[in-house]
């Protein structure tokens, strides 16, 4: 049972742009930790995709971006790619359980 | 290039034991801590253990504490993951990931392309 919720799933057409959220609580985003983002495409291993809030690692496009306020973090997909179809993880720090902890992960769509 | 490369997995009896093993190249091992994930068929990311660059450091998830043992040998430049008393629902692709950025709690920064554990009778 993680302590990230994520939507289970967004979709959105070819150019459209779409956010994933990412909500957790005083002991994990709210206590100030950071949120990364992962990308994993199907039947593959996880991608880090964004790291430290908003950060992108070299090599992953622009059209990704993230933020975070509070106890939450988004993720946003502008002009949406049909190779940006993959299910996304956010993930932090939680003190509460001094581990490590992933979102619920949702799946992009692209119509 | 950075890799990490898992072996290990397989189909293994509930009670039973399995030891992975994660081998690393392309950086300097032992500058770095390293976590396990693990996957279940169709289910998403579940962080597992972690262990700090010299060792000195490890933390586990609940659902392994006391089962599982994590450990690393900086001169061969693996880690290891020991399973003991596995159960069902330690089914899972397991993935093992350098710890980057500086600090405890920077991303994972670089994934292998994990090793699957069943367990069944």
């Known amino acids: 049972q993680s302590v990230l919720t994520q939507p289970p799933s967004v979709s959105g057409a070819p150019g459209q742009r779409v956010t994933i959220s990412c909500t957790g609580s005083?002991?994990?985003?709210?206590?100030?930790?950071?949120v990364h983002w992962y990308q994993q495409l199907p039947g593959t291993a996880p991608k880090l995709l964004i790291y430290g809030n908003t950060n992108r690692p070299s090599g992953v496009p622009d059209r990704f971006s993230g933020s975070k306020s509070g106890t939450s973090a988004s993720l946003a997909i502008t002009g949406l790619q049909a190779e940006d179809e993959a299910d996304y993880y956010c993930?932090?720090?939680?003190?509460?359980?001094?581990?490590?902890?992933f979102g619920t992960g949702t799946k992009v769509t692209v119509l | 290039q950075v890799q990490l490369v898992e072996s290990g997995g397989g189909v293994v009896q509930p009670g039973r034991s399995l030891r992975l093993s994660c081998a690393a190249s392309g950086f300097t091992f032992s500058n770095y801590g390293v976590h396990w994930v693990r996957q279940a068929p169709g289910k998403g990311l579940e962080w597992v253990t972690i262990?700090?660059?010299?060792?000195?450091?490890?933390y586990y998830a609940d659902s392994v504490k006391g089962r599982f043992t994590i450990s690393r040998d900086n001169s061969k430049n693996t880690l290891y993951l020991q399973m003991n008393s596995l159960r069902a629902e330690d089914t899972a692709v397991y993935y093992c990931?350098?710890?980057?950025?500086?600090?405890?709690?920077?991303?994972?920064?670089?994934w292998g392309q994990g090793t699957l554990v069943t367990v069944s009778s």
């Open positions: 262990i700090w660059y010299d060792g000195s450091n490890k």
């Open positions: 993930q932090s720090y939680d003190s509460s359980l001094s581990g490590y902890v």
């Open positions: 990931a350098r710890l980057g950025g500086t600090g405890t709690t920077g991303p994972l920064d670089y």
């Open positions: 005083s002991s994990n985003i709210g206590a100030g930790y950071d």
